[in-house]
């Protein structure tokens, strides 16, 4: 039975822009692990507090971060878990010779991408998930019930729909932090994303359900 994907809306208020179904880079439908956020200079609020959504902005010594800056740290974690995973696996598992180059190339630049966003988070103090979101899960057991071409056009429709999600979130962000250790890292972020989507689109078997909908005018 295939799994189907519901597209999701971006809105744009002020520096943050709130996907309307969470968790990928950013995907959608799934909730993001609760995590305790610790500001700079604090301590771990109280266990109960990690289910609260934190939308204040904390003071860093390399300015401002912001929850949307947060949530592109932890959007990209998120992304690098499951996409990483499945990027592996089609290096063996893809039954076309494309499908498998572009896969060992997504993989490598995640690989770059997650030590990165481990050492940003580890300065910010921004606490990680650890695991795919459920929805993620989902798709990764869609991909890896598949065989032959249907387990490569699968393993591109879904990461090619993950990458179009979070690519609105990574312009958003460089456009409005404030963050000086942000903005370099939204950039590698744009260019391993946006890099991602021409691999995934080269391999023709880019498909209309894998585009996300456009944001509202």
Known sequence: MRLRHRRPVLVISGVAMLLALSACAGLPGAQIPSA???????????????????????????????????ELITKVRLATLWEMTMAQEA???????????????????????????????????????????????????????????????????????????????????????????VRPFSEKANAAVLNHQRLLESTGLVSPDAFPSPPAA
């Open 36 to 70: 305790t956020v610790v500001p700079t200079g604090g301590s771990a609020p109280p266990a109960a507090a990690a289910t609260v959504k934190d939308d204040s902005t904390w003071a860093t010594k390399w300015g401002p971060l912001s929850a949307a800056d947060r």
């Open 91 to 181: 290096q063996t598992r893809a039954s076309t010779a494309r499908v498998r180059q572009i896969s060992k190339e997504i993989a490598a630049q995640h690989s770059v991408l997650d030590e990165q966003v481990l050492a940003l988070a580890a300065k910010l103090k921004v606490q990680l998930p650890i695991k795919p979101t459920d929805l993620q899960k989902e798709w990764m057991d869609d991909i890896s019930s598949r065989s032959g071409k249907e387990y490569d056009s699968t393993f591109v429709k879904w990461l090619r729909l993950a990458h179009g999600q979070i690519f609105g979130l990574i312009g958003a962000v460089r456009g409005s932090t404030q963050n000086t250790l």
